[in-house]
């Protein structure tokens, strides 16, 4: 069950949002007025959509939208009026804010969700790549160096150095980083 923070300074659409919401994935639903409120939940717990109908009670809400895409992995949809639909979806695009024109139509929102759901779990697990990707190098960086420790302090040829990396690690039964870790506090320090 996903969960949904949607920002309204109307009570209007309270309903629809939440019903539509509810017919999704987003079983669990906080509302709000204003967006100084609403960067309090933002802050405090973690979103998976975020749904901003403007205008709010003390700002106009695009400021929210960014900073909801700043400062959490949540999807982003911003409700305006048809009139400036058009010019604010030009403007946000690129930081990736799905923009809506008001009247709502419950398929168009209900397909809307459902795409932002879809966006919102690439995104996770392309974060989670990058991650497990980012800690591999690491380890290949710690490994390289201490493979050129031994190569610089004693004579051991690139294979040798290599070899010996992970000997030690399968007779230690330990990950290759930890001898690499032993072997830099010897040499370097």
Known sequence: ?????????SEKPRGFLLQTLKETIYGQVAFTRAGSEARRFLRTNDYDLVVINTPLTDEFGHELALTALENTSAGVILIVKSEIAEEVELRFADYGVFVLAKPLNRQIFYQSLK?????RRRLVSLKKQNSELRHKIEELRLVDRAKCALIQYLNMTEAQAHRYIEKQAMDMRTAKTEIAQSILRNYEA
Do not use: H, I, P
């Not at 795409?115 to 966006?119: K, N």
């Open 1 to 9: 069950m996903d969960y949904a923070l949607v920002a309204s300074g």
């Open 115 to 119: 795409l932002m759901a879809a966006s």
